[in-house]
């Protein structure tokens, strides 16, 4: 039990599908984070929210759209995906976001685009 | 800019065997580090952490790190590897509201 949750833990889907990530934190924590992990590159950042607010967009296409609805929950909303953004997605979570502070981070979701 | 290099891609190591996993941070100020590890089809678990203080840090699973301000080393130590440690570790920096990663180094352990 890592205190954060993601679902589905797998998903394939087609180039033209929409499809959601979603990640729950059991954490209490206030900021939550969304990373995309590549074969041979270094984790990505994509998104920060801290108290539901978005902090951070890493110049992530427009593709991805994150929700965050309260500060337990997180979602990636996906649409019109290239078959280069098969990854695993990791969600994270922590107290705030701010220097002091470590993430942690869910299992994952693997996606594979077709 | 805040970044983390991780200098070896694969480390090779015989069981019980020590092992020392190298990690360099640039930065003009104070900086926060972390060693994670992630077990094949897992999410990132959390090692050790500096953040001040004595410049030796213990982590779970038997692993240290030490924190050189004048060499800006983060460096992951072993004295005694099983084969329940082949994973991926990554280094790891805060800067404001995030934490940037090295691109990590893969443990392999021989029997």
């Known amino acids: 039990e890592t205190g954060v949750t993601q679902t589905p833990r797998h998903l394939v889907m087609g180039m033209t599908n929409k499809k959601s990530l979603k990640c729950e934190q059991h954490l209490g924590h206030n900021a939550m984070y969304w990373y995309k992990q590549s074969a041979k590159k270094p984790l990505e950042l994509m998104f920060v929210?801290?108290?539901?607010?978005?902090?951070e967009n890493n110049s992530v296409p427009s593709r991805f759209s994150p929700e965050c609805p309260n500060s337990s929950h997180l979602f990636l909303h996906l649409h019109t995906l290239q078959p280069e953004d098969s990854a695993l997605y990791l969600c994270?979570?922590?107290?705030?976001?701010?220097?002091?502070?470590?993430?942690?981070f869910g299992q994952g979701t693997r996606l594979t685009v077709v | 800019a805040q970044s983390v290099t991780q200098l070896d891609s694969q480390v090779p190591v015989f069981e019980e065997a020590p092992v020392e996993l190298r990690c360099n941070y640039s930065?003009?100020?104070?900086?926060?580090l972390f060693w994670y590890v992630q077990y094949p089809n897992q999410g990132l678990q959390l090692l050790l952490k500096?953040?001040?203080?004595?410049?030796l840090v213990k982590g779970i699973n038997g692993f240290e790190a030490e924190f050189n301000k004048s060499q800006t080393s983060f460096h992951l130590r072993k004295p005694s590897v099983h084969i329940s440690d082949t994973a991926e570790y990554f280094c790891a920096v805060s800067r404001d509201d995030k934490i940037i990663f090295g691109k990590g180094t893969r443990l392999h352990i021989l029997p």
């Open positions: 500096y953040l001040s203080g004595s410049t």
């Open positions: 930065s003009s100020v104070s900086v926060y």
């Open positions: 929210y801290n108290f539901k607010e978005q902090t």
């Open positions: 994270a979570s922590s107290p705030l976001a701010n220097r002091n502070t470590e993430a942690f």
